[in-house]
């Protein structure tokens, strides 16, 4: 029985990582329905979102900026675990990690290539909340903007991170009840969390997508960038860098 000697740690390199997101948009350049799914999905679901409740814009207010962040997460965590799967499945991802490249290599270069349409994603549905939609936030845009910005690079780096334990495209569609849902629901875009279950609330505490809530309403409250803002911010970016070093820990190069 032949055995195959793992391949030696390689330090991540910047040329290389450019270059895997250079190709991965260039496969996607080439994939239309994927682009509209991560760039205008948010923007249809704000949309429909805002004339759903066309007569009471304060409930509009009260909860669009938390979606502003939410929705990007949902796609990127989908897109980006298919089409991370697909590299596995089809051989692709074999091959190129028998080249000098190294795992921090391909998902830093997938983070980067996903992280660059994840900004027109984000820019695209802020202006059409804030400039067409009308949602009304007492601090700056350039802050919404930034928190879902860091929400879709989250959502990324999950995606890459449970590609890695999904056999096919239909199980990486199922991570998403166990990895998306319970956030959505404790997350406090439907109550606060302080009103939760002291055993719910402690549990949102620790999830990330909770704090992106966090981030979109102070930034929906206040003029200036707070304490709290920060402290949100940090928590969002740090989670997804976490995950990202995770999911380069557990790569695999092909689906047994």
């Known amino acids: 029985m032949s055995t195959t000697t793992p391949a ?29 799914l991560m760039v205008l999905i948010p923007c249809v679901m704000l949309f429909l979102l805002r004339y759903v409740f066309d ?14 962040g939410i929705f990007p997460l949902i796609t990127m965590f989908l897109v980006t675990s298919i089409a991370t799967l697909r590299e596995r499945t089809s051989g692709t991802l074999e091959r190129l990690l028998a080249m000098p490249l190294g795992k ?25 909340a804030v400039w067409f939609l009308g949602l009304d936030v007492t601090g700056s845009p350039w802050l919404l903007l930034l928190i879902a910005l860091l929400d879709a690079l989250l959502g990324t780096a999950l995606g890459l991170f449970v590609s890695a334990f999904a056999a096919s495209e239909f199980q990486a569609v199922q991570f998403m009840p166990a990895v998306i849902f319970p956030q959505l629901l404790l997350c406090g875009l439907f109550t606060p969390r302080e ?46 860098l976490l995950v990202l070093t995770l999911g380069a820990a557990t790569l695999r190069r092909r689906t047994q």
């Open 8 to 36: 030696p740690a390689r330090a991540l390199n910047a040329s290389r990582t450019t270059a895997t997101a250079a190709r991965v948009l260039r496969q996607l350049r080439h994939d239309p329905r994927t682009i509209a």
């Open 55 to 68: 007569g009471s814009a304060r409930t509009f207010d009260n909860i669009g900026a938390s979606l502003l």
């Open 104 to 128: 921090g290599d391909l998902i830093a270069g997938y983070a980067l290539a996903f992280g660059t349409l994840a900004i027109v994603q984000s820019a695209l549905a802020t202006g059409l």
């Open 195 to 240: 009103n939760m279950h002291p055993a719910l609330e402690a549990i949102s505490d620790v999830l990330p997508m909770s704090y992106a809530v966090d981030g979109m309403n102070e930034v929906l409250k206040h003029t200036d960038m707070t304490a709290a803002f920060i402290r949100d911010t940090a928590i969002v970016a740090g989670c997804a």
